[in-house]
């Protein structure tokens, strides 16, 4: 490969929570190893890959000029996101005037929530849930309302369109954010099941918000749809958020964005994002953006795809082999892992808080499922070499999951 997926990073002391967190009382942090064992991170959602290495010389080029004052973003800037959109989601007519800044994902959803909702409406979110909606949405006042994810006879989670019409029926509920691909059970939402959910909504005048972060992030030859493409109606009651973030590991340097066709939409979010002067874009993240979506970052992102797919099908194979009684849905879009241990506690009888501790014990820094609405479910995050990927299951084989193995 032309990039570099195999060098082990050392994070330490380099502003990375999930290796300095470890061991701390942040919230749902992971206990520090015991001696003997080193760290693999796996429970934050970034990656332990450097970046492609156009961020950084776009980054270093621009910190050569000594003056750093206000600033509006060029034309490049919204060129760039125009040229992305259309070569990797098959975007077409996109305008400048149809992307607006966000500092993140959960920010937009909040200006959305906050333009045509009121504290203590309802909203609707499929289970399981990212924890960042969960908290952004109850913080701010709104009530949410979940329509359970199903697993079919091959494992694969599908949405329960009747459940989400009740739902929204019932509750009078006229705002629903949306994840695709989906967070944390990685579906890549086929074009026939992302039209059925928007006609739901559309039958019951829903806005919908979404979440678009992970749609660089497809694995096994999968593709990724936008929402505001699967019809005229979607494309006007539909605002789409993406970032650069996830793609490329720049969750640090803040900055995302919107896209967003109906004005009527635009100016209510717009108005809402402005009014804590918060809302204002970096001129470096500008710049890392600008430097993500050349060219090179497109061979980046497809080489990415390739190492992502090897960690995850090697994962969900390992899993099938040596965990009998631990249920995993093989991930098509992110590079995070969802499994459910609730048959294997069962037959051994224990708990998922022995599980992940017993991980933690011996360095595996996977994270409490139960935060995304996962019974009895553990998140990993695979976005690490392959050999730290092995490394990890081997542990979890012989100290956590082993027939012999005692909980203490």
């Not at 030859?221 to 494309?235: F, K, L, N, Y």
């Not at 100016?267 to 204002?280: E, F, M």
Request: charged residues 20%.
């Amino acid at each position: 490969m032309k990039y570099d997926f195999t060098s082990v990073m050392d994070r330490h002391g380099r502003d990375a929570i999930a290796v300095d967190a470890l061991g701390t009382e942040m919230s749902g942090a992971p206990a520090a190893p015991e001696d003997g064992f080193d760290a693999i991170p796996m429970w934050v959602a970034d990656m332990n890959f450097p970046t492609v290495p156009t961020v950084q010389e776009a980054i270093t080029e621009r910190v050569k000029h000594p003056a750093f004052g206000y600033f509006i973003p060029t034309d490049e800037y919204f060129q760039s996101i125009i040229r992305w959109q259309e070569s990797r989601n098959g975007v077409t007519g996109l305008k400048p005037e149809n992307i607006g800044y966000e500092n993140g994902v959960l920010g937009c959803v909040v200006s959305c929530l906050n333009a045509f909702a009121a504290p203590g409406d309802k909203v609707l979110l499929h289970s399981p849930t990212y924890i960042g909606f969960t908290g952004s949405i109850e913080n701010n006042g709104y009530r949410i309302i979940h329509s359970p994810l199903k697993q079919d006879e091959n494992h694969i989670w599908r949405m329960d369109y009747e459940d989400m019409d009740r739902k929204l029926k019932e509750h009078q509920i006229h705002v629903a954010v949306f994840c695709s691909p989906h967070n944390p059970c990685g579906r890549v939402w086929e074009r026939w099941e992302l039209e059925q959910a928007m006609e739901v909504y559309r039958k019951n005048d829903c806005l919908v918000i979404s979440d678009e972060i992970w749609s660089d992030i497809i694995l096994n030859h999968h593709t990724h749809i936008p929402t505001q493409s699967v019809s005229e109606d979607a494309r006007n009651r539909t605002v789409a958020v993406y970032a650069p973030s996830k793609t490329f590991n720049l969750a640090g340097l803040v900055g995302s964005y919107h896209i967003i066709y109906n004005r009527y939409l635009q100016d209510r979010v717009r108005a809402q994002g402005s009014k804590s002067h918060y809302n204002s874009m970096n001129v470096l993240s500008m710049h890392a953006l600008i430097g993500a979506y050349k060219p090179e970052g497109q061979e980046w992102v497809d080489e990415l795809r390739q190492v992502l797919s090897t960690n995850v099908n090697y994962a969900c194979n390992y899993m099938e082999e040596h965990f009998p009684g631990v249920q995993v849905s093989k991930p098509e879009g992110t590079y995070m892992l969802f499994p459910n241990c609730s048959r294997w506690c069962q037959e051994h009888g224990t708990t998922v808080d022995e599980v992940l501790k017993a991980g933690w014990k011996v360095g595996v820094a996977w994270q409490d499922g139960r935060m995304f609405h996962g019974t009895c479910s553990v998140r990993m995050n695979l976005a690490l070499p392959f050999e730290r990927v092995e490394e990890a299951f081997e542990r979890l084989n012989r100290y956590v999951f082993s027939q012999n193995r005692h909980f203490s």
